[in-house]
């Protein structure tokens, strides 16, 4: 592994092309995009860390990743499940840090977060890699306390999100469908 952050590792697969599809889809030019993804994507991975924290959770998560890999859909509530009740508040303040409005910031959270669940199941179990729920939370758990310990606006979006604590409920929206384009960005890229 790489001493970059997960987040960092997958905002440069996601350069190109997967970067202007998403600008395209949410109606908007690709830099403001690329700004707006490389603040997203280490909130998601800090939720995911959270959400890996909790009693039981890092072994729901692996399934899950296994199951993305395994090209099945089932971790379409992952979002939901990840940031509970604080989705929309992500949503918003991902939207006041980036430039984005609330919908905008919403659906980008909602094609990341399959993107991101792609990413881990290729890292974790692609190539015949057996990965331990330990290893999974660890992993996360670091990614979580590097970014949270960033300060500025990754920061803040953390501590804003996470500071009472992700309720675990489900959601999704548009989740189904992102969840298969997120397997399609990456499909290539990995």
Same mark, same amino acid.
């Given at each position: 592994?790489?001493?970059?952050?997960?987040?960092?590792?997958?905002?440069?697969?996601?350069?190109?092309?997967?970067?202007?599809?998403?600008?395209?889809?949410?109606?908007?030019?690709?830099?403001?995009?690329?700004?707006?993804? $490389?603040?997203?994507?280490?909130? /998601?991975? *800090?939720?995911?860390? !959270?959400? +890996?924290?909790?009693? &039981?959770? #890092?072994? =729901? @998560?692996?399934?899950?990743?296994?199951?993305?890999?395994?090209?099945?859909?089932?971790?379409? $509530?992952?979002?939901?499940?990840? /940031?509970? *009740?604080?989705?929309? !508040?992500? +949503?918003?303040?991902? &939207?006041? #840090?980036? =430039? @984005?409005?609330?919908?905008?910031?919403?659906?980008?959270?909602?094609?990341?977060?399959?993107?991101?669940?792609?990413?881990?199941?290729?890292?974790?179990?692609?190539?015949?890699?057996?990965?331990?729920?330990?290893?999974?939370?660890?992993?996360?758990?670091?990614?979580?306390?590097?970014?949270?310990?960033?300060?500025?606006?990754?920061?803040?979006?953390?501590?804003?999100?996470?500071?009472?604590?992700?309720?675990?409920?489900?959601?999704?929206?548009?989740?189904?469908?992102?969840?298969?384009?997120?397997?399609?960005?990456?499909?290539?890229?990995?």
């Amino acid at each position: 592994m790489s001493n970059d952050s997960l987040a960092s590792e997958l905002l440069q697969q996601l350069q190109g092309a997967p970067l202007q599809q998403i600008a395209g889809q949410l109606g908007l030019d690709s830099s403001q995009v690329q700004g707006a993804v $490389g603040t997203a994507l280490p909130l /998601l991975m *800090g939720a995911l860390g !959270n959400h +890996a924290s909790q009693p &039981g959770n #890092a072994e =729901g @998560l692996l399934g899950a990743l296994g199951s993305v890999l395994g090209g099945q859909s089932s971790g379409a $509530g992952i979002l939901g499940q990840v /940031l509970g *009740g604080n989705q929309q !508040n992500a +949503a918003a303040n991902l &939207g006041q #840090a980036t =430039g @984005l409005n609330g919908s905008q910031a919403g659906q980008l959270l909602e094609t990341l977060a399959p993107i991101a669940m792609s990413f881990l199941a290729q890292r974790f179990l692609g190539g015949g890699q057996q990965a331990s729920a330990t290893s999974l939370s660890d992993a996360l758990g670091q990614e979580q306390a590097t970014h949270a310990q960033s300060g500025g606006i990754v920061g803040d979006l953390l501590g804003s999100v996470l500071g009472g604590g992700a309720q675990q409920q489900s959601g999704g929206g548009l989740f189904g469908e992102a969840l298969k384009l997120g397997e399609g960005f990456l499909a290539g890229k990995l």
